[in-house]
T-cell receptor, first 113, second 110 residues
Framework: DAGITQSPRHKVTETGTPVTLRCHQT?????MYWYRQDPGHGLRLIHY???????DKGEVSDGYSVSRSKTEDFLLTLESATSSQTSVYFC????????????FGPGTRLTVT | GQSLEQPSEVTAVEGAIVQINCTYQ??????LSWYQQHDGGAPTFLSY????GLEETGRFSSFLSRSDSYGYLLLQELQMKDSASYFC???????????FGQGTELSVKP
């Protein structure tokens, strides 16, 4: 299994508070991704990174920011959490040129009350 | 934009064969991937088709027809452990990301 960890694994927070989720990899893969998964919506890309300090938006990036200062870490921040951001968040990594094969972390279940 | 369609649910019996279809609309096509996810756990990669035809990996096969913008995942000799959600995904034209379908929940019955 690819070495990907996510922290925290579960979090409950209140509306309006900032939240940071961490993804850590030990594979030295170039690409890293943040997805959210909600019933009926599959996996939707929030942001992704194609190298240190190189990031780009996905299809549902509003309300989220990311940072990647080291190859192994990719942080997702909710500046001011809202109830609509209650979801399961998955991090993924890829190193193949086509990025068609991604390895996913175990997920973080976030509840915003 | 890009969109993918796959059935929301499929039910089959143990030992049978099941096919999960995926149709897509993309502005540029670079390949179709399939992923499996058990009970909200981490999705895992199953297969990838860049060219037309059938790719076989054990009990699982994946097919692609680029002219029809269509692909399918074929699961043979179904086992109870195959009960899971299956997602098709296409590579974005920029090559850096995948767009996922909404997933097909497969239930395997005894």
């Amino acid at each position: 299994d690819a070495g990907i960890t996510q922290s925290p694994r579960h979090k409950v927070t209140e509306t309006g508070t900032p939240v940071t989720l961490r993804c850590h990899q030990t594979e030295n893969h170039r690409y890293m991704y943040w997805y959210r998964q909600d019933p009926g919506h599959g996996l939707r890309l929030i942001h992704y990174s194609y190298g240190v300090k190189d990031t780009d938006k996905g299809e549902v990036s509003d309300g989220y920011s990311v940072s990647r200062s080291k190859t192994e870490d990719f942080l997702l921040t909710l500046e001011s959490a809202t109830s609509s951001q209650t979801s399961v968040y998955f991090c993924a990594i890829s190193d193949k040129g086509g990025t068609y094969e991604q390895y996913f972390g175990p997920g973080t279940r976030l509840t915003v009350t | 934009g890009q969109s993918l369609e796959q059935p929301s649910e499929v039910t089959a019996v143990e030992g049978a064969i099941v096919q999960i279809n995926c149709t897509y609309q993309t502005s540029g096509f670079y390949g179709l991937s399939w992923y499996q996810q058990h009970d909200g756990g981490a999705p895992t990669f199953l297969s990838y088709n860049a060219l037309d035809g059938l790719e076989e990996t054990g009990r699982f096969s994946s097919f692609l027809s680029r002219s029809d913008s269509y692909g399918y995942l074929l699961l043979q000799e179904l086992q109870m452990k195959d009960s899971a959600s299956y997602f098709c995904a296409v590579r974005d034209r920029q090559g850096g990301k995948l767009i996922f379908g909404q997933g097909t929940e497969l239930s395997v019955k005894p």
